[in-house]
């Protein structure tokens, strides 16, 4: 009713809108593009549609962001060359724990130029060479090690952290990264394998890391920070063994005699970290990267991302022991952008006083996996919802109409002004360009967010073994569910798939001209990927290597792709993310997972969705963590009575949540086998520290079914027919 009453209001407001683009001629760019077409973004290799390079460097993958650019250490000292004085990087003031969930911050922030920077970095190098470190070979192979040649990076993301990496750049030592959730056993194999004689860490893990030094006799120096440790806490550990030294960060920079050890630049070929993955399928794998991968991929960016030298503020946030953040912030280095040290839990209100790090810093350019997509967007959200039904009226048809007008080519300034204005505000309001990386996003939260905040928010695909590059969305390509086309400095190809099918059966092949749906595609199949950003292998793992590496250097990622008409990649599949249920019918649970996600009754911010099947099911089933405030919500306007956990177990709340996991798989293009048929209502966040989710926020599905065994067995019981 309220939507008919308005519906005068609404149609002068677009009218409005629509001339106000009309007189500004905001009009002429969409028009120059609907007759120059979208334009050819890759090449065919030898002729070959299902090999595909960046148009622009059909002849020359690119390598590096300018001349002289080689190496992360030249990246460092180019940038203290050129930007100087220039903020470099930002850490807020911590004071302390507000509530159990909220983190205070005082008024200050420090800032680091880039000159104050590389000269701590220098005197962090000529630290480690004093504590007996050496220089990594000039060729990097995958054996073990003998010489402490490496450190470690036990810490979450801070500046502490990068400087520290740019540190050991200085002086041809490697960077053996660390997840900061991972325990201490993952700590002290790190340390055994990887020879390491100094370690950075938080002050909060001093304590653990000293009562083990008897399992890790190479470790002789624990450096650790004082990020997000309050001013006034009181952290103790015992007494360290003879020949183990324990120094602040700030202590052990100041001891650095850079006229003493000089830097002794990297070559090329230096291994320059190795990383290791997530772990989301088995024991993590430590990936060899030389500096010169990560210095392509910086070329890459520089292409890709149009970023304003100079001008840029990032949000860093997200793990540097992930390769996406470390690439990211590697890229901003070398332009002169200022990066902005947080954490995820404290971008907003919801987990920082009195303001959150999006308010604080109002970044230009924020990188964020499908995860932080999906709460920012079930933020806004729930805020529209509790305003009055005029004002959710007017943002629907501002959000209906804009999404028009961006598809089209043009915005729709008076909505912006009008009724986006307080969306801005949420991420600091200057925020132009957005990534999504670390899985597939869904493409309801891509145009949500688009059109909500007014920005581009493309894609990226990577993999830690491509330091991140793989394709990257065009600035200017508005579809969704779409990877982007191939960085400049590698090249893709298909690989057919015959024993591998899509939901209709039919095996993947590179020699396909049409997708399961009917749509013209440039071949089908695994993707492999080539080029300068491609690690060669993994670290003491020669079997693992072979199996997806291969000797002409295509690397197999795994996942399952399709060209489109402009060259774009779409991941369709994983290749051994399928799951063969009773009937022998595959169904693909990480893209069930994508689009359930989506239910307002999922609560994103405790771990979202877990679909489930196997071949003694029928039918897939999930076990999902419930919104308290929609669920409330709900049961409010359906007149159901009871705390939260009354109303979780009514018959009345599984029954909408089953509903609407039903309409969101209406809306999707999943196939009638991936509808699933029961759920699992849970409460309990799914976290790193617990183990269902890995340190960058992707889903362990083994470890969630071991740690609601209960409910699992129940709600598996529903998938199976008699």
Same mark, same amino acid.
């Given at each position: ?31 120059? =593009? ?8 890759? @090449? ?96 990097? !192979? ?15 993301? @801070? ?23 991972? *325990? ?9 394998? !990887? ?47 003879? &020949?183990?030294?324990?120094? #602040? ?5 100041? =001891? ?30 430590? /990936? ?9 991929? @910086? ?6 991302? &149009? ?23 590697? /890229? ?46 079930? *933020? ?28 089209h080519g043009f915005d729709a300034p008076l909505f912006d002004k009008v009724v986006f204005k307080k969306f801005?505000?949420?991420?600091? *309001? $200057?925020?132009?360009?957005? /990534? ?10 891509? !145009?949500? %967010? ?5 920005? #581009? ?52 092949? @590179? ?59 779409? %991941?369709?599949?994983?290749k051994k993310n399928l799951v063969k249920l009773k009937g022998g019918e595959y169904v693909a649970l990480e ?47 359906? &007149? ?6 009354? %109303? ?19 809306? #999707?293009?999943?196939s009638h086998l991936e509808k699933v048929v029961a759920v699992a209502l849970l409460d309990e966040p799914w ?13 362990? $599905? ?16 529903? *998938?199976?027919?008699?």
């Amino acid at each position: 009713m309220i939507g008919l009453l308005l519906l005068p209001i609404k149609i002068l407001l677009i009218l409005i809108d629509l001339t106000i683009t009309l007189v500004t001629f905001r009009w002429v760019k969409a028009l120059q =593009s609907y007759f120059t077409g979208t334009p050819l973004r890759t @090449c065919a290799v030898d002729g070959q549609p299902y090999v595909r390079r960046d148009v622009r460097y059909r002849d020359q993958l690119a390598t590096t962001p300018r001349e002289g650019i080689s190496t992360l250490y030249d990246v460092m000292k180019d940038a203290s060359e050129r930007y100087g004085n220039r903020p470099c990087m930002a850490t807020r003031e911590f004071i302390g724990w507000k509530t159990p969930k909220i983190k205070e911050f005082g008024p200050n922030i420090t800032w680091q130029t880039f000159l104050q920077v590389y000269q701590q970095a220098l005197q962090f190098g000529a630290a480690l060479k004093a504590a007996g470190c050496v220089a990594a070979p000039e060729t990097t !192979n995958l054996d073990k090690i003998a010489q402490p040649c490496r450190i470690a990076i036990f810490e979450n993301t @801070c500046a502490p952290w990068m400087i520290a990496a740019m540190g050991a750049f200085t002086q041809s030592i490697t960077v053996t990264t660390v997840y900061a959730t991972l *325990g201490i056993d993952a700590v002290m194999e790190a340390i055994s394998d !990887n020879v390491i004689r100094v370690i950075v860490c938080n002050k909060a893990s001093v304590a653990k890391l000293v009562k083990n030094c008897a399992n890790m006799p190479t470790l002789k120096y624990i450096v650790y920070t004082n990020d997000l440790v309050p001013v006034d806490a009181k952290i103790e550990w015992p007494q360290p063994p003879n &020949g183990v030294q324990v120094m #602040s960060f700030d202590e052990f920079v100041k =001891s650095g005699d850079v006229k003493k050890y000089p830097p002794v630049p990297p070559k090329p070929s230096t291994c320059a970290v190795v990383m290791y993955t997530s772990g989301s399928t088995g024991k993590p794998k430590g /990936v060899i990267i030389t500096h010169s991968q990560v210095v392509a991929g @910086c070329a890459s960016a520089d292409v890709g991302f &149009g970023i304003r030298e100079g001008e840029e503020v990032y949000l860093a946030y997200l793990p540097l022991a992930h390769i996406m953040e470390l690439m990211a912030e590697c /890229v901003m280095i070398s332009k002169g952008c200022a990066l902005c040290y947080a954490d995820p839990k404290s971008l907003t209100t919801t987990g920082a006083y009195p303001i959150g790090a999006l308010e604080v810093y109002s970044p230009t350019i924020m990188v964020a996996v499908p995860k932080i997509w999906d709460v920012i967007k079930k *933020g806004i959200q729930t805020k529209v919802a509790a305003e009055s039904p005029v004002k959710q009226e007017l943002v629907a048809t501002g959000l209906k109409w804009r999404q028009f007008c961006l598809k089209h080519g043009f915005d729709a300034p008076l909505f912006d002004k009008v009724v986006f204005k307080k969306f801005k505000k949420a991420v600091g *309001g $200057r925020l132009r360009l957005a /990534v999504s990386g670390g899985g597939p996003l869904n493409g309801e939260v891509q !145009n949500f %967010i688009r059109t909500a905040f007014g920005i #581009s928010l493309v894609q990226g695909y990577g993999l830690t073994e491509t330091c991140a590059g793989g394709t990257f969305q065009a600035m200017d390509d508005m579809s969704t569910g779409v990877a982007g086309v191939a960085i400049p400095a590698v090249e893709i190809k298909l690989e057919s798939t015959p024993e591998v099918g899509d939901k209709a059966g039919v095996p993947y092949l @590179c020699t396909d001209k049409f997708d399961v749906d009917g749509n013209p595609v440039y071949g089908r199949g695994e993707i492999l990927i080539r080029g300068n950003t491609v690690s060669c292998g993994y670290y003491m793992e020669p079997e693992k290597t072979r199996e997806v590496f291969e000797e002409d250097g295509w690397f197999h990622t795994g996942d399952i792709g399709q060209f489109l008409s402009d060259g774009s990649l779409r %991941i369709v599949d994983r290749k051994k993310n399928l799951v063969k249920l009773k009937g022998g019918e595959y169904v693909a649970l990480e893209k069930m997972e994508m689009t359930f996600g989506n239910s307002s009754f999922v609560d994103a911010v405790a771990g979202g969705i877990c679909c489930y099947g196997d071949g003694d099911m029928d039918r897939p089933v999930a076990l999902l963590q419930l919104s308290e405030p929609y669920t409330m919500k709900w049961a409010k306007e359906n &007149g159901i009575s009871g705390d939260f956990q009354q %109303i979780k177990k009514t018959k009345e709340l599984h029954d909408a949540v089953l509903a609407d996991m039903h309409k969101e798989h209406s809306k #999707s293009d999943l196939s009638h086998l991936e509808k699933v048929v029961a759920v699992a209502l849970l409460d309990e966040p799914w976290t790193p520290e617990n183990g269902c989710l890995t340190a960058a926020n992707k889903l362990q $599905r083994r470890q969630v079914i071991e740690t609601h065994s209960s409910e699992f067995e129940q709600v598996k019981a529903k *998938g199976v027919f008699d």
